[in-house]
Nanobody, 115 residues
Framework: QVQLVESGGGLVQPGGSLRLSCVVS????????VGWYRQAPGKERDLVAV???????KYADSVKGRFTISRDNAKNTVYLQMNSLKPEDTAVYYC?????????WGQGTQVTVSS
């Protein structure tokens, strides 16, 4: 069973930055895509950013220019750099990896943006 472990969440003031990490228990060098999603209380889980296996990326309009998704194949790790954070970015952030035969999710990490 593939495991994804997220870290890096926490409490940050508006305008601050956080970097989320997602360590995957197997090689991510041949994945179809890696992505970050978030779910705020009472809302559905939404796509934040996705990075395909060929290197193209896509972001939610609400985070464009502020968030950057990246991956380090040597470390089997996916990152989400979040800058200029806003209170509306508060949510549980989930890592997702899509393989040829399915996908896996992490357990989530809480991000709270508040003064």
């Amino acid at each position: 069973q593939v495991q994804l472990v997220e870290s890096g969440g926490g409490l940050v003031q508006p305008g601050g930055s956080l970097r989320l990490s997602c360590v995957v228990s197997r090689s991510i060098s041949t994945v179809y895509a890696v992505g970050w999603y978030r779910q705020a209380p009472g809302k559905e889980r939404d796509l934040v950013a996705v990075l395909t296996g060929i290197g193209s990326s896509k972001y939610a309009d609400s985070v464009k220019g502020r968030f950057t998704i990246s991956r380090d194949n040597a470390k089997n790790t996916v990152y989400l750099q979040m800058n200029s954070l806003k209170p509306e970015d508060t949510a549980v952030y989930y890592c997702n990896v899509v393989w040829s035969k399915g996908s896996n999710w992490g357990q989530g990490t809480q991000v709270t943006v508040s003064s």
